[in-house]
């Protein structure tokens, strides 16, 4: 690694501001047209190495899908369709297409028969910030629901993926986030990425906030993390690391009182809000979280659901709620080597905001009673971890590195797409 690298890694990782490259550049080139030329030169490698593995993951995904035939024989919505394209928006993705064609209407419908519902499902489980930018996508384009939902996660991975770039650039260097870039389009769960789903979306948010923070952008990274709350509900983790992190600048007045003390007040009021808003609407104040509960079964047990789900997983007994063989097996081996990615990324010495949202994110992942397979799916949004392997790869030789990302760029069309799809519930 070069020294202007270890430079910045330091400071990033002590907490010290930190000058992004683009701003160094910035500084040499003076003019528009030169500080875009920088910037290309900054992203464009990443973004480009990211957007090949992810060509060829989806490629591969797509022949299976016609190999199989599975999907012309599933219920439409339900990993079915017309065409092997038409799965990307199945599932979540007919919740977000109804959503942006029809909007909301918060309901509590009890339903009566079923052992793991008690209440109809309702759109207002989806939280707004997806659906409305494909509204706003639809506007302008006259695409319809479908393709606004694929044209908004794209372009949403590929701002997730100049973020993860950047924040492992101030870590490890230029090929520390070259190799990040590329790590996240080939983790598991990344088959959504590219799909009728808010993931890459929200990803994208979390990790410009999170440089925000890195680069002591104070209210940037609070107006971020408000943003990000109107898109999940696992927000919560990027609002816990931008707050403490705030507050951590607060009390040793690093960067004055103003700037933090506002990130800390701003980030909590859009998932608040849209909470608030479904109870409202709904005639009570706890209705989203029994609409997750009710009709998703989806709730906080800490971590009982998983346990006793790995316990079956590996003595070979299915008979569990909602068991997929292969993505469980799936989980099981990312939960295998979760131990491992977290002892590289505490190599890379990242900063505590880099922590504590990883920490939260894990923790949220696996504290709650869900569809275990999709696990690789929940912890997507954990992004340092693929950044502090990206940092130990980081003097790998460039050959080496390719023959080494060659088989997961195939492979991916199949553990991160197909078996997600169609061998699972996404």
Same mark, same amino acid.
């Given at each position: &690694?070069?020294?202007?690298?270890?430079?910045?890694?330091?400071?990033?990782?002590?907490?010290?501001?930190?000058?992004?490259?683009?701003?160094?550049?910035?500084?040499?080139?003076?003019?528009?047209?030169?500080? @875009?030329?920088?910037?290309?030169?900054?992203?464009?490698?990443?973004?480009?190495?990211?957007?090949?593995?992810?060509?060829?993951?989806?490629?591969?995904?797509?022949?299976?899908?016609?190999?199989?035939?599975? *999907?012309?024989?599933?219920?439409?919505?339900?990993?079915?369709?017309?065409?092997?394209?038409?799965?990307?928006?199945?599932?979540?993705?007919?919740? *977000?297409?109804?959503?942006?064609?029809?909007?909301?209407?918060?309901?509590?419908?009890?339903?009566?028969?079923?052992?793991?519902?008690?209440?109809?499902? =309702?759109?207002?489980?989806?939280?707004?910030?997806?659906?409305?930018?494909?509204?706003?996508?639809?506007?302008?384009?006259?695409?319809?629901?479908?393709? $606004?939902?694929?044209?908004?996660?794209?372009?949403?991975?590929?701002?997730?993926?100049?973020?993860?770039?950047?924040?492992?650039? @101030?870590?490890?260097?230029?090929?520390?986030?070259?190799?990040?870039?590329?790590?996240?389009?080939?983790?598991?769960?990344?088959?959504?990425?590219?799909?009728?789903?808010?993931?890459?979306?929200?990803?994208?948010?979390?990790?410009?906030? $999170?440089? $925000?923070?890195?680069?002591?952008?104070?209210?940037?990274?609070?107006?971020?993390?408000?943003?990000?709350?109107?898109?999940?509900?696992?927000?919560?983790? @990027?609002?816990?690391?931008?707050?403490?992190?705030?507050?951590?600048?607060?009390?040793?007045?690093?960067?004055?009182?103003?700037?933090?003390?506002?990130?800390?007040? %701003?980030?909590?009021?859009?998932?608040?809000?849209?909470?608030?808003?479904?109870?409202?609407?709904?005639?009570?104040?706890?209705?989203?979280?029994?609409?997750?509960?009710?009709?998703?079964?989806?709730?906080?047990?800490?971590?009982?659901?998983?346990?006793?789900?790995? @316990?079956?997983?590996?003595?070979?007994?299915?008979?569990?709620?909602?068991?997929?063989?292969?993505?469980?097996?799936?989980?099981?081996?990312?939960?295998?080597?979760?131990?491992?990615?977290?002892?590289?990324?505490?190599?890379?010495?990242?900063?505590?905001?880099?922590?504590?949202?990883?920490? &939260?994110?894990?923790?949220?992942?696996?504290?709650?009673?869900? %569809?275990?397979? =999709? %696990?690789?799916?929940?912890?997507?949004?954990?992004?340092?971890?693929?950044?502090?392997?990206?940092?130990?790869?980081?003097?790998?030789?460039?050959?080496?590195? %390719?023959?080494?990302?060659? &088989?997961?760029?195939?492979?991916?069309?199949?553990?991160?797409?197909?078996?997600?799809?169609?061998?699972?519930?996404?």
């Amino acid at each position: &690694m070069s020294t202007a690298s270890s430079t910045a890694s330091s400071s990033a990782g002590s907490g010290a501001p930190v000058a992004p490259a683009a701003e160094r550049s910035e500084g040499r080139t003076g003019s528009a047209p030169g500080r @875009l030329r920088g910037l290309v030169d900054r992203f464009a490698p990443a973004l480009g190495a990211y957007a090949l593995v992810k060509a060829i993951g989806l490629a591969v995904f797509l022949m299976l899908l016609e190999h199989t035939g599975d *999907y012309l024989r599933k219920q439409t919505g339900r990993g079915g369709g017309v065409h092997a394209w038409d799965v990307l928006g199945t599932w979540d993705g007919v919740w *977000y297409q109804r959503i942006a064609e029809n909007g909301y209407d918060p309901k509590l419908i009890p339903l009566h028969g079923f052992p793991l519902a008690t209440y109809y499902e =309702n759109s207002s489980a989806f939280f707004p910030l997806y659906p409305w930018l494909m509204r706003l996508v639809g506007a302008v384009t006259g695409l319809g629901p479908y393709g $606004c939902g694929i044209v908004v996660s794209v372009a949403a991975s590929l701002v997730a993926a100049a973020g993860i770039f950047a924040i492992a650039e @101030l870590l490890g260097g230029f090929r520390a986030g070259v190799i990040a870039a590329v790590v996240w389009g080939l983790f598991p769960g990344s088959g959504v990425e590219w799909a009728v789903y808010s993931d890459s979306l929200f990803v994208a948010l979390s990790a410009w906030a $999170c440089y $925000c923070v890195m680069t002591r952008r104070w209210p940037a990274a609070g107006l971020l993390a408000l943003v990000a709350g109107l898109n999940r509900p696992t927000a919560a983790a @990027l609002i816990a690391a931008v707050s403490i992190a705030a507050l951590v600048a607060l009390v040793r007045r690093t960067d004055g009182v103003a700037r933090p003390l506002t990130a800390m007040l %701003i980030t909590p009021w859009g998932l608040v809000g849209y909470v608030a808003w479904v109870g409202w609407r709904m005639g009570d104040w706890g209705g989203y979280f029994k609409l997750q509960r009710g009709a998703w079964n989806r709730y906080f047990d800490f971590g009982a659901s998983t346990v006793r789900t790995v @316990l079956d997983v590996i003595t070979g007994h299915w008979s569990f709620w909602q068991s997929n063989p292969v993505p469980d097996l799936i989980a099981i081996a990312l939960l295998i080597a979760l131990p491992g990615l977290l002892v590289l990324l505490w190599r890379a010495r990242p900063p505590l905001v880099l922590w504590v949202y990883t920490a &939260m994110t894990v923790f949220l992942a696996l504290s709650s009673n869900q %569809i275990f397979g =999709n %696990i690789s799916r929940y912890l997507l949004p954990a992004f340092p971890l693929f950044i502090g392997l990206a940092v130990a790869l980081r003097r790998v030789r460039t050959s080496s590195l %390719i023959g080494l990302f060659a &088989m997961p760029a195939v492979a991916a069309g199949w553990y991160a797409g197909y078996a997600l799809f169609e061998l699972g519930i996404p």
